[in-house]
């Protein structure tokens, strides 16, 4: 029997290229600064459509999370650093979308 193959639950749109995580950062419960985070190049942002202080979704190889966008000049092209990410290593690969907040889920479908 021919292997069918899977629908995909979930489609990334062509602007969302894999991003390198470079670094991570952990918070402890007594930090002025603490929960998710992922920061990005202005310029990845904005193929992104994404502006500073946005609403993001992190999609890691074991989950999504939703997280606050940082824009930081200083990081490599291709590169992100995410805080308090749940699921998330250095060195991984990750995708960075705008989630669609208004529309109603799929079946099937959790964020």
Excluded: C, N, Y
């Excluded at 489609?11 to 894999?18: K, N, T």
């Excluded at 918070?27 to 500073?52: F, N």
């Excluded at 998330?88 to 079946?107: G, N, Y």
């Amino acid at each position: 029997m021919a292997d069918v193959p899977r629908p995909q639950l979930w489609r990334r749109p062509q602007s969302s290229r894999p991003l390198q995580v470079v670094g991570f950062i952990a918070t402890r419960r007594g930090d002025a600064e603490r929960g998710p985070q992922g920061r990005m190049r202005p310029q990845q942002a904005a193929e992104r459509m994404l502006v500073e202080g946005e609403l993001v979704l992190i999609e890691t190889p074991r989950r999504q999370q939703l997280a606050e966008l940082r824009l930081d000049e200083a990081l490599p092209r291709g590169g992100v650093v995410l805080r308090d990410i749940a699921g998330a290593a250095p060195s991984e690969i990750v995708h960075v979308l705008k989630p669609d907040l208004d529309a109603p889920p799929e079946a099937g479908r959790f964020v």
